[in-house]
């Protein structure tokens, strides 16, 4: 083959990607088809996350590339073609992009929605304007009847009823036949919103004939997709989109196939140097769920901006290179950025940066500020998780307290194997997150270090802190922490003794 030949058949190889319209238009058209992310994402077998961050702006490659395109230009010639409705029934593309942000259709799984024209509702059977779940139904269930109701326009009115009488005064319409809906913080949920974790222990019990470690283990094997789509069913109604795969800065990234990025996470492993002459007993505390306390923290939101300045704006969240603060209480107090034996600036954290800066201000004056030389940080906000996090913390409650340990092992592995699998892993090809991966474990490794300083400030004697979950005291403890096996309480992990008595009448 000449050189000509092979350019030949490397021009003939060559695929140009296939280009996709903008962000906006391609919401618009999939709500102008009354279709959801979950309906789509199904179609093209990806998360309705991964949708999301497509009408957020990320763009997809490959292969699903060329199936999501090939959507776009079928919704929008199906669009083109449609018969054309009175202005209520087809609303303008910019209409339909329009979300107000009080309704339970502004986030990212939206099975809920404002339909473009009215369609029967599935309960009822009467013009509905919205949907639940990908089905036209009526929001409110006073607008909704049983479906042996007679439309609305065809009652016959009582005798003696005028036509004009007031609202008060007509009957009201029966609501038997209304989708039932239950407080959930600040919005509303269906009642009969699927428990995913109940669901996938019975049926693993179920497969295996009640065997319980086989069933533990067949779990643990699907913590992974079965936690990806617990946050899909926590987002829905939820405020802000998952950004799923965004851009991430060169400090975020391997600098070696095996070697780890530049993130410091400030994991603590410090030991007391000295203790006062006496034997002592020590009491080494277990503290629960540590990776699940920490999902309620700062996550940005979007894809990282670069700053630089010594600047830090508490409504973004991300990494920052800082010179941290001498650290003057190690005898009795671990180093809050953990054990570094170099000096010198480092990149750290959104949680431990915070840390930090409360430590330097009035209340606790315990070190200077840390000088911040630049920054990669988004919006951001505390709750982005707190749905998912709540999940999973009534689960394991109730696991616990039915002696339900195939429910609490299942737990456990989703959200520990969640965050360790959010950056980049080939184990979770729904989420890279190497941001919030190294966010959350530092404000794990931040909870800890709270929980040290206060047996500190309650008079305990703290000789060792390790990892995200290991607290030694020396003292009454049950004074300080509450005992137990929730998410806010302490176990006893082991209780040994130090030193030597001191002799009587020896000089201590």
């Excluded at 994402?41 to 199936?67: F, H, I």
């Excluded at 982005?384 to 039915?402: G, H, P, T, Y």
């Excluded at 959010?422 to 190294?438: I, P, V």
């Excluded at 020396?474 to 040994?496: H, L, M």
Aim: proline share 9%.
């Amino acid at each position: 083959m000449t050189d000509f030949d092979a350019i030949d058949a490397l021009l003939a190889g060559a695929r140009q990607e296939v280009p996709l319209p903008s962000a906006g238009e391609r919401r618009a058209l999939r709500e102008g088809l009354n279709l959801s992310r979950t309906q789509l994402a199904r179609a093209l077998e990806v998360s309705p996350s991964t949708v999301a961050g497509w009408e957020s702006g990320r763009d997809p490659s490959g292969e699903v590339r060329e199936k999501y395109a090939y959507f776009l230009n079928g919704a929008r010639a199906k669009l083109a073609t449609a018969p054309a409705g009175t202005p209520e029934e087809t609303p303008p593309a910019e209409a339909v992009t329009d979300r107000h942000p009080a309704r339970d259709d502004d986030g990212d799984g939206d099975d809920g929605g404002t339909l473009p024209a009215p369609q029967p509702c599935v309960l009822c059977g009467q013009p509905a304007r919205h949907q639940v779940a990908g089905f036209p139904q009526h929001l409110d269930p006073a607008q909704c009847g049983t479906p042996e109701r007679a439309p609305a326009t065809h009652r016959a009115r009582p005798a003696g009823e005028p036509s004009s009488a007031p609202a008060a005064a007509r009957p009201r319409p029966r609501t038997g036949g209304g989708v039932k809906v239950v407080p959930a913080g600040r919005r509303l949920k269906t009642a009969d919103d699927p428990d995913l974790i109940a669901a996938a222990v019975t049926a693993a019990l179920d497969e295996h004939g009640g065997d319980v470690e086989a069933a533990t283990a067949a779990l643990v094997r699907r913590a992974i997709p079965d936690a990806m789509a617990l946050l899909d069913q926590t987002r829905k109604g939820g405020r802000y989109d998952v950004v799923a795969h965004p851009w991430l800065p060169d400090v975020l990234r391997k600098q070696s196939s095996r070697g780890p990025d530049q993130i410091w996470e400030a994991r603590p492993k410090w030991t007391r140097a000295e203790l006062p002459p006496g034997a002592h007993e020590v009491t080494a505390l277990d503290v629960n769920g540590a990776y699940l306390s920490a999902l309620k923290t700062h996550l940005p939101l979007g894809q990282l901006e670069h700053s630089t300045g010594d600047q830090h704006d508490r409504r973004r969240a991300g990494v920052h290179l800082i010179t941290p603060p001498a650290w003057e209480h190690d005898a009795y107090l671990p180093n809050p950025i953990g054990s570094r034996d170099e000096p010198g600036p480092l990149w750290v954290t959104e949680p431990t940066l915070r840390l930090l800066l409360r430590l330097s201000g009035p209340k606790y004056g315990l070190c200077d500020p840390p000088e911040i030389h630049e920054s990669w940080t988004s919006g951001a906000t505390e709750g982005l998780l707190e749905k998912f996090r709540v999940a999973l913390k009534d689960a394991r409650d109730r696991a616990i307290a039915q002696d339900d340990d195939v429910t609490l092992e299942y737990v456990k592995a989703m959200y520990s194997k969640f965050v360790s699998t959010m950056g980049e892993s080939n184990y979770n090809r729904e989420l890279y997150r190497t941001d919030w991966m190294h966010l959350i474990r530092s404000q794990a490794f931040a909870n800890l270090w709270w929980k040290a300083h206060r047996a500190y400030d309650e008079g305990l004697m703290v000789v060792r802190a390790m990892g995200t979950d290991e607290l030694h005291v020396i003292g009454d403890w049950r004074a300080v922490f509450p005992e137990g096996r929730g998410v806010s309480e302490v176990k006893v992990k082991d209780v040994y003794t130090v030193g030597t008595p001191v002799a009587v009448g020896e000089d201590v």
